[in-house]
């Protein structure tokens, strides 16, 4: 049989092709419930394939070790975690991770079949590869088809830059480069990958991604030193500038040049870049703090505590310290080492791929698209020339298959659907599947109108996360309603330092002193109304403090602080100053 054969052979038997290449096409399985959905599938064709094989394997590397770490630390970190009802959706956020790793060491080996050895393949043609630049080219072309033609445009456009299927620019241009290096370090070139490099590289440069644009740029320089054929050398350089000009001649001749101003504005000095050091600056000291990081979630929801300027983040754009934040110092520093182990003894083809791809998560979060993290652990163990593991055979291997599968499918289902509930706005009902599902509960309490019941949700979110500063505003609006002002000064206090950037916080804290002081004068208690009147003429100082404790970056950023009490309030406490 010809290699050729062996390898259409392969790539139709081998599941990981098509998860690699369709993945990216549903949003790059950013959510929490598609995560569920692809554990689903790959559990379906662990067991299926254990059944046809009479084997199940399970890798004894440190890439499985770590990724069984990185998944299982996630449910165990509720005993530490900020948000303690978040955690097992973290477990299953990343439940792909390692299930894919085992999925693709079915394939090593079966009862009479053997995997193709480099001999046997070309290292172009490297089977789990053979497709991610088609699935790139394919994407660019769809989005933008679609994005600059259609009113779905908004889905697959961010300010006007090209997110394709992931719906976020940065990552979609990082995928397209991972593609192009793969394509460029092939041993053999044709017609179709000059093509498929063109497409490539348009849709880097309409996705207006910085960083992405460097490490391309980059890429090409390291080719000229690379390619030992001038002629491709040359052609593929005059691909690349024909594009750039290409781009910028009908940007300007559109009129739409927020995308060419992106990379025509680049500086050191820029909002995104300094936002980004802001964050790193914020994040190093609360991870010293807490070597058992914060859990799934659980920097988005301190964040706002112990931040020093104006933003609002979901992740820290680094996924290193994304790691540290999440699951601490030893889980990421066995996930890192295993990384390191594998990447160094990768050809330079998957070297540079694999490491355009590593590089580019130290600046955005890459990794919380799984398809990407896919994406790199199928680099990273493409090239193994063995695969240690421990194998059950026969009877036991199918037991082993079915047994875990429904396990792990049921948990994966449960959780699945209060994932996806709750994306839809079905909070009731994401509920009914995970009743501690933080995220569906704060859903809950803004939409309540009735403060008992508010009230009551405010309860049921803090004792699951005790950063939520709108639990905490009711908590205080209840306690004034009842009546019970040191209460509300209590939980009032904690909803500012959960975020003390927010300045109406401030002047709502003021509103309730006021109203509290002034019913205690009616009820002849001035000693009460005096109390609540020193607390209010307090509030200026701690503005001071929090703009103390600013950074210097942050007044350099898009969103800038604003930490001066309106008019009204500073006449109210003026008054307050000279009654007194």
Request: one cysteine or more; charged letters at 20%; glycine letters at 6%.
């Amino acid at each position: 049989m010809s290699n050729n054969t062996d390898l259409k052979k392969w790539i139709f038997k081998d599941i990981t092709q098509v998860l690699l290449c369709v993945s990216p096409f549903f949003t790059g399985i950013f959510h929490d419930f598609e995560s569920g959905i692809l554990a689903l599938v790959i559990l379906i064709w662990i067991a299926v394939l254990a059944f046809k094989k009479g084997a199940l394997r399970i890798p004894k590397t440190s890439l499985m070790l770590a990724m069984t770490v990185l998944v299982l630390i996630f449910p165990v970190s509720c005993l530490w975690a900020v948000d303690k009802g978040m955690t097992v959706i973290g477990f299953l956020k990343f439940l792909p991770l390692p299930l894919f790793l085992i999925l693709r060491s079915q394939g090593v080996s079966g009862k009479n079949e053997k995997k193709p050895k480099k001999a046997d393949l070309k290292t172009e043609e490297r089977t789990s590869f053979l497709l991610v630049p088609y699935a790139g080219a394919v994407m660019t072309i769809l989005s933008a088809a679609v994005g600059y033609t259609t009113s779905w445009g908004s889905r697959f456009l961010v300010q006007g830059r090209l997110g394709g299927f992931f719906e976020y620019p940065n990552t979609f241009a990082c995928f397209l480069l991972v593609g192009m290096a793969l394509l460029l370090l092939k041993q053999k070139h044709s017609a179709t990958d000059l093509v498929l490099g063109l497409i490539l590289a348009c849709g880097i440069v309409l996705s207006g991604s910085r960083a992405v644009f460097v490490l391309f740029a980059a890429l090409l320089v390291f080719y000229v030193f690379y390619q030992k054929n001038t002629r491709v050398r040359w052609i593929t350089l005059g691909s690349g500038v024909l594009v750039v000009s290409a781009f910028v001649v009908v940007s300007i001749a559109l009129g739409k040049q927020n995308t060419l101003a992106r990379f025509t504005t680049m500086s050191f000095r820029s909002s995104t870049l300094l936002g980004r050091l802001l964050y790193y600056k914020d994040a190093l000291p609360e991870i010293l703090r807490n070597p058992l990081g914060l859990g799934y979630y659980g920097y988005h929801y301190k964040v706002q505590s112990f931040q020093t300027g104006v933003y609002d983040v979901v992740h820290v754009h680094n996924d290193l310290l994304q790691l540290l934040l999440d699951v601490g110092w030893v889980p990421a520093g066995v996930a890192v080492f295993a990384v390191v182990r594998r990447w160094i003894k990768l050809s330079v083809r998957l070297k540079v791929a694999s490491g355009i791809l590593v590089l580019h998560m130290l600046f955005d979060f890459d990794l919380q698209f799984v398809a990407m993290g896919l994406l790199l652990l199928a680099m990273l163990t493409e090239e193994e020339e063995t695969d240690p593991a421990w194998v059950f055979t026969g009877k036991s291997a199918w037991v082993a298959a079915v047994s875990g599968s429904l396990v792990l499918g049921a948990v994966t289902c449960i959780l699945g659907c209060a994932s996806f509930f709750s994306f839809c706005g079905k909070a009731d009902l994401a509920l009914q599947f995970y009743p501690w599902l933080t995220s569906a509960k704060i859903e809950k309490l803004t939409a309540e109108e009735n403060l008992v019941r508010k009230a009551e949700l405010a309860d049921a979110v803090l004792d699951l996360n005790q950063q939520i500063p709108a639990a905490l505003d009711t908590k205080a609006q209840a306690a004034l309603v009842e009546g019970d002002v040191a209460t509300m000064m209590e939980y009032k206090k904690k909803a500012i330092w959960a975020n003390p950037y927010r300045l109406w916080g401030y002047e709502d804290y003021i509103d309730m002193l006021w109203y509290a002081a002034t019913t205690y004068e009616a009820a002849g208690d001035a000693g009460s109304a005096q109390a609540c009147k020193d607390e209010m003429l307090k509030i200026p100082a701690w503005l001071e403090r929090v703009k103390a404790n600013t950074s210097s970056v942050a007044w350099e950023i898009y969103d800038k602080p604003e930490l001066e009490l309106p008019s009204e309030y500073q006449l109210l406490l003026d008054s307050l100053r000279t009654a007194g």
